[in-house]
Protein backbone atom coordinates (compact mmCIF):
# COMPACT_ATOMS: atom_id res chain seq x y z
CA UNK A 1 0.00 0.00 0.00
CA UNK A 2 2.66 2.67 0.91
CA UNK A 3 4.80 1.19 -2.55
CA UNK A 4 2.66 3.26 -5.08
CA UNK A 5 2.57 6.77 -3.67
CA UNK A 6 6.94 6.47 -2.91
CA UNK A 7 7.54 5.01 -6.60
CA UNK A 8 5.59 7.93 -8.23
CA UNK A 9 6.77 10.58 -6.64
CA UNK A 10 10.35 8.86 -6.05
CA UNK A 11 11.54 10.89 -9.03
CA UNK A 12 10.85 14.55 -7.78
CA UNK A 13 12.63 14.03 -4.24
CA UNK A 14 15.27 15.80 -3.00
CA UNK A 15 16.29 13.62 -0.34
CA UNK A 16 19.77 11.74 -0.55
CA UNK A 17 19.47 7.87 -1.74
CA UNK A 18 21.13 7.03 1.20
CA UNK A 19 17.70 8.53 3.35
CA UNK A 20 15.11 6.45 1.91
CA UNK A 21 17.11 2.73 2.38
CA UNK A 22 17.53 3.44 5.94
CA UNK A 23 13.20 3.90 6.19
CA UNK A 24 11.97 0.10 7.65
CA UNK A 25 9.03 -0.80 6.32
CA UNK A 26 7.03 -0.11 9.13
CA UNK A 27 7.92 3.01 8.01
CA UNK A 28 7.11 2.90 4.52
CA UNK A 29 3.75 1.89 5.35
CA UNK A 30 3.16 4.82 7.50
CA UNK A 31 3.82 6.96 4.98
CA UNK A 32 1.63 5.07 2.42
CA UNK A 33 -0.93 5.75 4.66
CA UNK A 34 -0.18 9.21 5.31
CA UNK A 35 -0.51 9.80 1.46
CA UNK A 36 -3.86 7.95 1.45
CA UNK A 37 -5.23 10.49 4.16
CA UNK A 38 -3.88 13.49 2.41
CA UNK A 39 -4.97 11.92 -1.04
CA UNK A 40 -8.22 11.96 0.46
CA UNK A 41 -8.56 15.75 1.74
CA UNK A 42 -10.71 17.19 -1.33
CA UNK A 43 -13.94 15.57 -0.19
CA UNK A 44 -14.67 18.11 2.34
CA UNK A 45 -18.71 18.38 1.84
CA UNK A 46 -19.41 16.78 5.33
CA UNK A 47 -18.32 16.98 8.72
CA UNK A 48 -16.19 15.25 10.51
CA UNK A 49 -14.85 14.80 6.83
CA UNK A 50 -13.20 11.32 6.10
CA UNK A 51 -10.06 12.82 6.11
CA UNK A 52 -10.14 14.35 10.13
CA UNK A 53 -11.25 10.78 11.22
CA UNK A 54 -8.04 9.86 9.33
CA UNK A 55 -6.21 12.15 10.71
CA UNK A 56 -6.55 10.36 14.24
CA UNK A 57 -6.17 6.97 13.14
CA UNK A 58 -3.12 7.45 10.83
CA UNK A 59 -1.90 9.90 14.57
CA UNK A 60 -2.28 7.03 16.64
CA UNK A 61 -0.50 4.66 13.81
CA UNK A 62 2.43 7.08 13.72
CA UNK A 63 3.15 6.62 17.87
CA UNK A 64 2.32 3.40 17.72
CA UNK A 65 5.34 2.55 14.72
CA UNK A 66 7.40 5.63 17.16
CA UNK A 67 7.49 7.90 13.53
CA UNK A 68 6.87 11.19 15.89
CA UNK A 69 9.81 12.60 16.16
CA UNK A 70 9.64 16.48 18.34
CA UNK A 71 12.68 18.33 17.93
CA UNK A 72 13.11 21.20 20.31
CA UNK A 73 12.16 23.23 17.72
CA UNK A 74 8.80 21.47 17.16
CA UNK A 75 8.13 21.69 20.63
CA UNK A 76 8.76 25.20 21.04
CA UNK A 77 6.26 25.73 18.06
CA UNK A 78 3.49 23.58 19.60
CA UNK A 79 3.85 24.55 23.15
CA UNK A 80 2.84 27.98 21.67
CA UNK A 81 0.18 26.44 19.92
CA UNK A 82 -0.86 24.55 22.97
CA UNK A 83 -1.10 27.85 24.89
CA UNK A 84 -3.11 29.10 22.18
CA UNK A 85 -5.24 26.45 22.94
CA UNK A 86 -5.56 27.07 25.94
CA UNK A 87 -6.16 30.51 25.77
CA UNK A 88 -8.86 29.66 23.28
CA UNK A 89 -10.92 27.53 25.96
CA UNK A 90 -11.16 30.38 28.85
CA UNK A 91 -14.08 31.59 28.62
CA UNK A 92 -15.31 34.97 30.05
CA UNK A 93 -18.44 34.91 29.81
CA UNK A 94 -20.93 31.73 29.26
CA UNK A 95 -21.30 31.22 25.26
CA UNK A 96 -24.21 32.01 23.53
CA UNK A 97 -24.33 28.87 21.92
CA UNK A 98 -22.18 25.94 23.90
CA UNK A 99 -22.71 23.48 20.75
CA UNK A 100 -21.06 26.11 18.40
CA UNK A 101 -18.20 26.87 21.02
CA UNK A 102 -17.57 22.80 21.62
CA UNK A 103 -17.48 22.08 17.61
CA UNK A 104 -15.32 25.03 16.95
CA UNK A 105 -12.80 24.24 19.68
CA UNK A 106 -13.04 20.42 18.40
CA UNK A 107 -12.17 21.11 15.08
CA UNK A 108 -9.61 23.69 15.67
CA UNK A 109 -7.71 21.31 18.36
CA UNK A 110 -7.95 18.24 15.63
CA UNK A 111 -6.42 21.30 13.16
CA UNK A 112 -3.82 21.27 15.61
CA UNK A 113 -2.95 17.65 15.98
CA UNK A 114 -2.62 17.51 12.32
CA UNK A 115 0.11 20.24 11.94
CA UNK A 116 1.82 17.78 14.96
CA UNK A 117 1.59 15.01 12.82
CA UNK A 118 2.58 16.62 10.04
CA UNK A 119 5.53 18.45 11.42
CA UNK A 120 6.86 15.39 13.60
CA UNK A 121 6.35 12.97 10.63
CA UNK A 122 8.51 15.42 7.76
CA UNK A 123 10.77 16.30 10.79
CA UNK A 124 11.97 12.47 10.78
CA UNK A 125 11.56 11.97 7.50
CA UNK A 126 12.88 15.39 5.49
CA UNK A 127 12.36 16.40 2.45
CA UNK A 128 11.11 12.22 1.19
CA UNK A 129 8.17 12.96 4.38
CA UNK A 130 7.48 16.34 2.49
CA UNK A 131 7.23 15.15 -1.35
CA UNK A 132 5.03 12.47 -0.25
CA UNK A 133 2.66 14.52 1.24
CA UNK A 134 2.55 17.21 -1.32
CA UNK A 135 2.43 14.67 -4.05
CA UNK A 136 -0.62 13.19 -2.34
CA UNK A 137 -1.91 16.54 -1.94
CA UNK A 138 -1.55 17.82 -5.86
CA UNK A 139 -3.30 14.09 -6.47
CA UNK A 140 -6.14 15.15 -4.66
CA UNK A 141 -6.33 18.63 -5.92
CA UNK A 142 -5.98 17.43 -10.07
CA UNK A 143 -9.06 14.71 -9.15
CA UNK A 144 -10.61 17.64 -7.48
CA UNK A 145 -10.16 19.88 -10.35
CA UNK A 146 -11.31 17.77 -13.30
CA UNK A 147 -14.28 16.39 -11.33
CA UNK A 148 -15.36 20.32 -11.16
CA UNK A 149 -14.47 21.20 -15.17
CA UNK A 150 -16.06 18.03 -15.83
CA UNK A 151 -19.86 19.14 -13.99
CA UNK A 152 -19.02 22.72 -14.76
CA UNK A 153 -19.12 22.25 -18.52
CA UNK A 154 -21.82 19.47 -18.05
CA UNK A 155 -19.95 16.70 -19.66
CA UNK A 156 -21.10 13.90 -17.13
CA UNK A 157 -25.21 14.11 -16.46
CA UNK A 158 -25.85 15.36 -13.09
CA UNK A 159 -22.62 15.92 -11.95
CA UNK A 160 -23.24 19.64 -12.22
CA UNK A 161 -25.12 20.22 -9.08
CA UNK A 162 -22.62 18.14 -6.96
CA UNK A 163 -19.74 20.68 -7.77
CA UNK A 164 -20.96 23.58 -8.79
CA UNK A 165 -22.67 26.58 -6.88
CA UNK A 166 -23.55 29.75 -7.85
CA UNK A 167 -22.20 28.97 -11.62
CA UNK A 168 -18.71 28.77 -9.83
CA UNK A 169 -16.62 25.59 -9.26
CA UNK A 170 -16.20 23.83 -5.91
CA UNK A 171 -15.62 20.31 -6.21
CA UNK A 172 -16.32 18.37 -3.22
CA UNK A 173 -15.91 21.54 -1.12
CA UNK A 174 -18.47 23.47 0.15
CA UNK A 175 -17.92 27.04 -1.05
CA UNK A 176 -15.47 28.04 -3.89
CA UNK A 177 -13.83 29.97 -2.30
CA UNK A 178 -12.12 27.26 -0.24
CA UNK A 179 -11.61 25.25 -3.11
CA UNK A 180 -9.83 28.05 -5.53
CA UNK A 181 -7.10 28.44 -3.12
CA UNK A 182 -6.80 24.75 -2.27
CA UNK A 183 -5.40 24.56 -5.67
CA UNK A 184 -2.91 27.20 -4.54
CA UNK A 185 -0.17 24.76 -3.47
CA UNK A 186 -0.25 21.89 -5.94
CA UNK A 187 0.04 24.21 -8.84
CA UNK A 188 3.39 25.50 -7.53
CA UNK A 189 3.74 21.28 -7.00
CA UNK A 190 3.53 20.97 -10.71
CA UNK A 191 6.21 24.00 -11.66
CA UNK A 192 8.60 22.12 -8.74
CA UNK A 193 7.83 18.80 -10.96
CA UNK A 194 9.33 20.61 -14.16
CA UNK A 195 11.30 22.29 -13.05
CA UNK A 196 13.07 18.90 -11.24
CA UNK A 197 16.18 17.31 -13.57
CA UNK A 198 15.45 13.77 -12.84
CA UNK A 199 12.05 14.12 -14.58
CA UNK A 200 11.41 12.93 -18.18
CA UNK A 201 9.78 15.01 -21.05
CA UNK A 202 6.81 12.31 -20.13
CA UNK A 203 6.60 13.52 -16.49
CA UNK A 204 7.08 17.27 -17.28
CA UNK A 205 3.82 17.09 -19.97
CA UNK A 206 1.72 15.57 -17.37
CA UNK A 207 2.99 18.06 -14.53
CA UNK A 208 2.13 20.88 -17.37
CA UNK A 209 -1.05 19.42 -17.71
CA UNK A 210 -1.81 18.68 -14.52
CA UNK A 211 -1.15 22.47 -13.45
CA UNK A 212 -2.85 23.83 -16.22
CA UNK A 213 -6.18 22.16 -14.82
CA UNK A 214 -5.66 23.36 -11.80
CA UNK A 215 -5.35 26.94 -12.71
CA UNK A 216 -8.50 26.76 -15.14
CA UNK A 217 -10.16 25.17 -12.16
CA UNK A 218 -9.32 27.83 -9.85
CA UNK A 219 -10.27 30.38 -12.54
CA UNK A 220 -13.53 29.07 -12.44
CA UNK A 221 -14.04 29.40 -8.70
CA UNK A 222 -14.68 33.11 -9.61
CA UNK A 223 -12.58 33.41 -6.17
CA UNK A 224 -11.41 37.07 -5.96
CA UNK A 225 -8.86 36.36 -3.21
CA UNK A 226 -7.48 33.11 -4.86
CA UNK A 227 -6.71 35.33 -8.40
CA UNK A 228 -4.87 37.85 -5.94
CA UNK A 229 -2.81 35.09 -3.41
CA UNK A 230 -1.87 32.43 -6.30
CA UNK A 231 -0.62 35.26 -8.75
CA UNK A 232 1.39 36.74 -5.74
CA UNK A 233 2.33 32.49 -4.73
CA UNK A 234 3.40 31.85 -8.08
CA UNK A 235 5.33 35.30 -8.29
CA UNK A 236 6.96 34.71 -4.98
CA UNK A 237 8.39 31.00 -6.23
CA UNK A 238 9.69 32.13 -9.00
CA UNK A 239 11.79 35.11 -7.44
CA UNK A 240 12.84 32.66 -4.80
CA UNK A 241 13.93 30.17 -7.04
CA UNK A 242 15.01 32.10 -10.24
CA UNK A 243 12.74 32.01 -12.50
CA UNK A 244 12.36 35.15 -12.45
CA UNK A 245 15.30 36.91 -12.65
CA UNK A 246 14.66 40.47 -14.72
CA UNK A 247 11.89 42.92 -15.41
CA UNK A 248 12.06 40.92 -18.94
CA UNK A 249 10.82 37.76 -16.76
CA UNK A 250 8.01 40.14 -14.74
CA UNK A 251 6.83 41.20 -18.30
CA UNK A 252 6.19 37.85 -20.43
CA UNK A 253 4.44 36.47 -17.02
CA UNK A 254 2.15 39.14 -16.47
CA UNK A 255 1.34 39.31 -20.96
CA UNK A 256 0.74 35.22 -20.67
CA UNK A 257 -1.51 35.44 -17.62
CA UNK A 258 -3.55 38.50 -19.32
CA UNK A 259 -3.85 36.21 -22.61
CA UNK A 260 -4.84 33.34 -20.46
CA UNK A 261 -7.47 35.46 -18.82
CA UNK A 262 -8.64 36.87 -21.75
CA UNK A 263 -9.30 33.24 -23.54
CA UNK A 264 -11.04 32.08 -20.85
CA UNK A 265 -13.35 35.09 -20.33
CA UNK A 266 -14.44 34.45 -23.97
CA UNK A 267 -15.92 31.21 -23.39
CA UNK A 268 -19.71 31.72 -23.04
CA UNK A 269 -21.35 32.94 -19.72
CA UNK A 270 -17.89 33.38 -18.12
CA UNK A 271 -17.56 37.04 -18.70
CA UNK A 272 -20.69 38.36 -17.36
CA UNK A 273 -20.10 36.03 -14.35
CA UNK A 274 -16.33 37.54 -13.91
CA UNK A 275 -17.57 41.07 -14.48
CA UNK A 276 -20.42 40.37 -12.16
CA UNK A 277 -17.27 38.89 -9.48
CA UNK A 278 -14.83 41.83 -9.84
CA UNK A 279 -17.46 44.75 -8.78
CA UNK A 280 -18.34 45.81 -5.71
CA UNK A 281 -21.39 44.62 -3.81
CA UNK A 282 -23.18 45.42 -1.08
CA UNK A 283 -22.04 42.33 1.00
CA UNK A 284 -18.49 43.98 0.38
CA UNK A 285 -19.74 46.90 2.61
CA UNK A 286 -21.33 44.77 4.89
CA UNK A 287 -17.57 43.14 5.53
CA UNK A 288 -16.34 46.62 6.51
CA UNK A 289 -18.79 46.85 8.99
CA UNK A 290 -18.07 43.62 10.25
CA UNK A 291 -15.07 44.22 10.79
CA UNK A 292 -15.51 47.38 12.94
CA UNK A 293 -18.21 45.83 15.04
CA UNK A 294 -15.44 42.78 15.60
CA UNK A 295 -12.71 44.80 16.29
CA UNK A 296 -14.93 46.17 18.79
CA UNK A 297 -15.88 43.06 20.46
CA UNK A 298 -11.91 41.79 20.57
CA UNK A 299 -11.57 45.29 22.29
CA UNK A 300 -14.02 45.14 25.13
CA UNK A 301 -12.63 41.31 26.16
CA UNK A 302 -9.91 40.89 27.44
CA UNK A 303 -9.72 37.12 25.90
CA UNK A 304 -12.58 37.68 23.35
CA UNK A 305 -16.19 36.47 23.30
CA UNK A 306 -14.75 32.52 22.95
CA UNK A 307 -14.80 30.07 20.58
CA UNK A 308 -17.26 30.70 16.84
CA UNK A 309 -19.13 33.06 19.25
CA UNK A 310 -18.20 36.07 17.48
CA UNK A 311 -20.61 34.96 14.32
CA UNK A 312 -23.14 33.88 16.39
CA UNK A 313 -22.67 37.35 18.29
CA UNK A 314 -23.07 39.16 14.89
CA UNK A 315 -25.12 37.59 12.94
CA UNK A 316 -22.70 37.60 10.14
CA UNK A 317 -19.46 36.09 9.06
CA UNK A 318 -16.41 37.93 10.31
CA UNK A 319 -14.29 36.85 6.68
CA UNK A 320 -11.34 37.28 7.90
CA UNK A 321 -9.12 35.09 10.11
CA UNK A 322 -6.67 37.51 12.01
CA UNK A 323 -9.96 39.72 13.38
CA UNK A 324 -12.00 36.80 13.76
CA UNK A 325 -9.37 35.43 16.29
CA UNK A 326 -9.50 38.77 17.76
CA UNK A 327 -13.10 38.69 18.69
CA UNK A 328 -13.05 35.29 19.34
CA UNK A 329 -9.74 35.21 21.68
CA UNK A 330 -8.83 38.99 22.00
CA UNK A 331 -5.51 40.55 21.94
CA UNK A 332 -3.74 37.85 24.03
CA UNK A 333 -4.89 35.02 21.84
CA UNK A 334 -4.42 36.38 18.41
CA UNK A 335 -1.05 37.10 19.29
CA UNK A 336 -0.11 33.93 20.60
CA UNK A 337 -1.38 32.72 17.21
CA UNK A 338 0.38 35.10 15.01
CA UNK A 339 3.67 34.03 17.15
CA UNK A 340 3.12 30.58 15.62
CA UNK A 341 3.01 31.66 12.45
CA UNK A 342 5.89 33.75 12.70
CA UNK A 343 7.79 30.86 13.77
CA UNK A 344 6.44 28.85 10.83
CA UNK A 345 7.33 31.36 8.61
CA UNK A 346 10.82 31.80 9.77
CA UNK A 347 11.50 28.35 9.68
CA UNK A 348 10.83 28.33 6.23
CA UNK A 349 12.76 31.37 5.01
CA UNK A 350 16.04 29.62 6.96
CA UNK A 351 14.94 26.32 5.14
CA UNK A 352 15.01 28.55 1.83
CA UNK A 353 18.55 30.19 2.52
CA UNK A 354 20.02 27.00 3.80
CA UNK A 355 19.12 24.86 1.01
CA UNK A 356 22.96 23.91 -0.39
CA UNK A 357 21.33 22.24 -3.84
CA UNK A 358 18.57 23.79 -6.43
CA UNK A 359 16.06 20.93 -5.77
CA UNK A 360 16.22 21.86 -1.81
CA UNK A 361 15.30 25.24 -2.35
CA UNK A 362 12.42 25.06 -4.93
CA UNK A 363 11.08 22.29 -2.51
CA UNK A 364 11.18 25.62 0.57
CA UNK A 365 10.67 28.12 -2.05
CA UNK A 366 7.07 25.99 -2.76
CA UNK A 367 6.48 25.70 1.03
CA UNK A 368 7.47 28.90 1.78
CA UNK A 369 5.62 30.72 -0.95
CA UNK A 370 2.25 28.54 -0.29
CA UNK A 371 2.55 29.20 2.73
CA UNK A 372 2.60 33.01 2.55
CA UNK A 373 -0.05 32.91 0.35
CA UNK A 374 -2.53 30.82 2.17
CA UNK A 375 -2.29 33.46 5.20
CA UNK A 376 -2.56 36.34 3.11
CA UNK A 377 -6.03 34.85 1.84
CA UNK A 378 -6.12 34.80 5.72
CA UNK A 379 -7.24 38.50 5.36
CA UNK A 380 -10.47 38.45 3.50
CA UNK A 381 -11.26 34.98 4.26
CA UNK A 382 -11.94 32.92 7.61
CA UNK A 383 -8.91 30.38 7.04
CA UNK A 384 -8.24 28.91 10.72
CA UNK A 385 -10.27 25.83 9.59
CA UNK A 386 -8.71 25.07 6.47
CA UNK A 387 -7.08 22.17 6.33
CA UNK A 388 -4.50 22.75 3.48
CA UNK A 389 -3.60 25.60 6.04
CA UNK A 390 -2.40 23.72 9.03
CA UNK A 391 -0.88 20.55 6.81
CA UNK A 392 1.39 23.81 4.75
CA UNK A 393 2.36 25.10 8.50
CA UNK A 394 3.42 21.48 9.58
CA UNK A 395 5.49 20.93 6.43
CA UNK A 396 7.51 24.11 7.41
CA UNK A 397 9.22 21.66 9.87
CA UNK A 398 10.40 19.36 7.59
CA UNK A 399 14.34 18.59 8.68
CA UNK A 400 17.20 19.57 6.66
CA UNK A 401 18.18 16.63 4.81
CA UNK A 402 21.10 15.61 7.23
CA UNK A 403 19.29 16.02 10.21
CA UNK A 404 16.33 13.74 8.19
CA UNK A 405 19.20 10.86 7.69
CA UNK A 406 19.74 11.18 11.29
CA UNK A 407 15.77 10.60 12.26
CA UNK A 408 15.80 7.63 9.80
CA UNK A 409 18.24 6.23 11.84
CA UNK A 410 16.27 6.62 15.15
CA UNK A 411 18.52 9.70 16.03
CA UNK A 412 17.38 12.79 17.83
CA UNK A 413 17.28 15.94 16.13
CA UNK A 414 18.24 18.82 17.55
Same mark, same amino acid.
Given at each position: ??????????????????????????????????????????????????????????????????????????????????????????????????????????????????????????????????????????????????????????????????? %???? $??? &???? #???? !??? @?? +? *???????????????????????????????????????????????????????????????????????????????????????? %???? $??? &???? #???? !??? @?? +? *?????????????????????????????????????????????????????????????????????????????????????????????????????????? @???????????????
Amino acid at each position: MSAAPVSVFAGFSAEPQAVRARISFRHQLLLGLLWINVAISGYVVQEPAPYDIAILIVFALAVGTQAIQVSRQVLVAGSVLLLFLILSSLLTASPMDWDRWLRFSGATGLLALSWLLFASVTHRFGPRGANIILGAYAFAAVLGAIAALLGYFELIANLRPLV %VSWN $RTR &SFFK #DPNV !FGP @FL +L *APTLVCGMWIQAPSATFLKRALAAAAGTVLLVAAFFSYSRASYVTTLFAIIFYAVLTGVLRSWRSFVVLFMATGGVWLLLSLVPNVGD %VLHE $RLE &SHNY #DQDR !FQV @FD +L *ALGLGSSHLLGVGSGQSNEILGYGVHSMYIRLFADHGALGLSVFLVFLGACVARMVAQVRRARDPEGRRLAALILAATAGTLLNGMVIETIHWRHLWLLLGLCWYA @FPERAADGARGGVSQ
